[in-house]
């Protein structure tokens, strides 16, 4: 059974800062790892998705690695603004399986 | 709107009462699906649909009943629920179900049991 955890659970920065979230996963056999972001009360939405032969893929202030053989994945958001407050979740697909597996999240709040 | 349409936004419902929540998608994807969404617990798949066919029922109780009358539409139905029930309950599409497919998630349901 694939695990995913994020650490931390919350962050708060203040505006401009760069942020840093981290995901691991217990099974490195992985088909892509997604991040998505959910606004409170709201369904999730697609960031990145990085395939298994990636170590990276970027779009504007995000950039998130993978680095598939330890287990782990991070997003980089660059000089964050307010309205990066949200909860970003990751996500990975097992090889040779359908369903993705999700983290429970990463509740950001930036401070104007 | 995201492509995939939940209704309704809230509900709040007691336990002896029977609801249905509603998922709505005109993207042409073929395969479905229901997460609940507990406070600080990964999401959790409940059911997946592929070309209007249960494929999954992971572990679900049978209070919860989940219907595809065609691909566009998803039902989940609710009855004699507990208050652990409680939860946002996603719906989600995608276009087939293989591997590595983007999905497309509606705004959900917030469910309140009393």
């Known amino acids: 059974k694939q695990e995913v955890t994020q650490i931390p659970a919350a962050l708060s920065v203040p505006e401009g800062e760069n942020l840093v979230l981290n995901c691991s996963f217990t099974?490195?056999?992985?088909?892509?790892l997604q991040w998505f972001r959910q606004d409170p009360g709201k369904g999730l939405t697609s960031l990145l998705l990085i395939q298994s032969s990636q170590r990276e893929q970027t779009s504007g202030r995000l950039n998130a690695s993978l680095d598939k053989s330890s287990g782990r994945s991070t997003l980089y958001i660059a000089a964050s603004q307010p309205g990066d407050s949200a909860t970003y979740l990751c996500a990975v697909y097992r090889s040779n399986d359908y369903k993705l597996s999700f983290g429970a999240g990463t509740t950001v709040t930036v401070r104007a | 709107e995201t492509g995939v349409t939940q209704t309704p936004r809230h509900l709040v419902m007691g336990m002896t009462n029977k609801k249905s929540l509603k998922c709505e998608q005109h993207?042409?994807?073929?395969?479905m699906y229901w997460y609940k969404q507990s406070a600080k617990k990964p999401l959790e798949l409940m059911f997946v649909y592929s070309l209007e066919e249960r494929v999954e029922n992971n572990s679900v109780p049978s209070r919860f009943s989940p219907e595809c009358p065609n691909s566009s539409h998803l039902f989940l139905h609710l009855h004699t629920l507990q208050p652990e029930d409680s939860a946002l309950y996603l719906c989600?599409?995608?276009?087939?179900?293989?591997?590595?497919?983007?999905?497309?998630f509606g705004s959900g349901t917030r469910l309140t049991v009393v």
């Open positions: 993207l042409g994807h073929n395969a």
């Open positions: 099974d490195s056999a992985i088909y892509n």
């Open positions: 989600a599409s995608s276009l087939i179900l293989v591997q590595g497919q983007s999905y497309t």
